[in-house]
């Protein structure tokens, strides 16, 4: 049945088929003049969608499209309900990590740029200790995938509980201390003032010789020129890295020619991946909001994320 609720998408004439989802959960479309909730199809705009929430007031609630909101932080206030993309995208995300993973430590960087014979190298993930910097959906998710490989998984988050598949899960006080003796870091973790530059020298000094960073959260997480010059160096094993900073990552950066690197184009959620999922979210969320139910995926606008 439909509901009462009147849900504007804009910016006008972008991602049709958000609209379709909107419908799907029983809810008008309607212009912003009209609404009550509004998603957001564009990935930026920030002044525009402010512009948008200051001339329509009866707009209450706010779907932006992606889990990493960086481009909204100055828009974000007290006086909407936000929602995002979060978890939409953690099953892609958390399998494209693992895949990073196990190129790393099983060499194909290194035999993919081959045109000859060559001898051996790699180390197994059977058994392994790991690290995953973050504790949201993608660390869910791959604390299950991991499971089957036996690994000793650490997961440092802001809120240390107990989660599923992990032996522990610490503090950020802790972080120093979960790098060593791990065979893979993995940064599965919301972009904040707090965890911009969360790995540098001294975060890749603590990481052993042959242990592999995997990057599917943000470039900005990363020192780039310090991890550069940790992989010439070979203090670590290798970076398997689907974000980068800055990104795209140029022509000619030195990441694109170290041996022990391996760079994606931040494909772990490609768009034919993302939009059934987003579109699932956006007809869930349409639904609550109409029936007055609690959202799916709420920004925090004091935390950012």
């Known amino acids: 049945m439909p509901t009462s609720a009147r849900i504007a998408v804009a910016p006008e ?75 939409v995208y953690a099953v892609p995300v958390a399998e494209h990590a693992l895949m990073l993973g196990l190129a790393g430590l099983r060499g194909l960087g290194t035999y993919a740029r081959s045109d000859s014979w060559s001898g051996p190298q790699g180390e197994n993930l059977v058994g392994a200790a790991v690290t995953i910097l973050g504790g949201g959906g993608i660390a869910e998710e791959l604390l299950a995938l991991l499971a089957p490989f036996g690994c000793r998984v650490t997961v440092v988050r802001r809120h240390p509980v107990p989660m599923p598949g992990a032996a522990e899960v610490v503090g950020p006080d802790r972080r120093l201390d979960a790098l060593p003796g791990r065979r893979l ?8 003032p707090e965890t911009t530059g969360c790995i540098g020298a001294a975060e890749l000094a603590a990481m052993d010789d042959d242990a592999w960073l995997v990057n599917v959260a943000r470039g900005g997480h990363v020192v780039t020129d310090e991890l550069v010059e940790a992989l010439e160096e070979g203090s670590i094993g290798g970076a398997a890295l689907d974000v980068t900073d800055p990104e795209p990552l140029p ?11 391996i760079i994606t184009p931040h494909v772990g959620n490609t768009p034919e991946m993302a939009f059934p999922l987003l579109s699932a979210r956006i007809t869930e969320n349409t639904r609550r909001f109409g029936a007055g139910e609690a959202l799916i995926g709420p920004v925090d606008p004091t935390l950012g994320y």
């Open 251 to 261: 022509d000619g950066h030195p990441l694109w020619r170290l041996p022990n690197g």
């Open 13 to 87: 004439g972008q991602r049709a088929w958000l609209a379709d989802a909107v419908r799907a959960g029983g809810a008008a479309v309607v212009d912003p003049a009209e609404a009550e909730g509004l998603v957001w199809a564009s990935t930026g705009g920030a002044e525009a969608l402010a512009a948008i929430l200051t001339r329509h007031p009866d707009i209450t609630w706010v779907q932006l499209p992606w889990a990493g909101i960086e481009p909204f932080v100055a828009v974000l206030d007290g006086d909407h309900t936000w929602t995002c993309g979060k978890g």
């Open 185 to 192: 870091v993995v940064l599965a973790l919301a972009l904040t």
